[in-house]
């Protein structure tokens, strides 16, 4: 409840700040947007070069030899497993 009262005690205070403040918030908005915008298009860049060279990597070679190894492992892992289970099945009957 005091959280309630606190809010909109708050909320009060802060409307009639920005009645009397309103010239000096304006111009604190006027200088916070440009710099947002630098911001902003600095971080879509950055994202839009990342998203640029993950695709060229993508399309470029396919399988790469660490691939390739770690199939050849996981391949090896499923005939042994494979295996175990068989010979689990011939111990239970």
């Known amino acids: 409840?005091?959280?309630?009262?606190?809010?909109?005690?708050?909320?009060?205070?802060?409307?009639?700040?920005?009645?009397?403040?309103?010239?000096?918030?304006l111009n604190i908005i006027t200088g916070i947007i440009p710099i947002m915008l630098?911001?902003?298009?600095?971080?879509?860049?950055?994202i839009g070069?990342?998203?640029f060279q993950s695709a060229a990597e993508q399309k470029g070679s396919g399988?790469?030899?660490k691939s390739e190894e770690k199939i050849q492992g996981f391949e090896e892992e499923?005939?042994?497993?494979k295996e175990e289970i068989a010979?689990?099945?011939?111990?239970?009957?």
Request: glycine share 12%.
């Open 1 to 25: 409840m005091k959280t309630l009262i606190y809010g909109g005690i708050a909320a009060v205070l802060g409307i009639i700040g920005l009645v009397i403040w309103f010239e000096p918030f």
């Open 38 to 46: 630098i911001l902003g298009g600095a971080l879509a860049l950055y």
């Open 49 to 51: 070069y990342d998203e």
């Open 63 to 65: 399988f790469s030899e």
């Open 78 to 81: 499923i005939t042994k497993l």
């Open 87 to 93: 010979d689990l099945k011939v111990d239970k009957s």
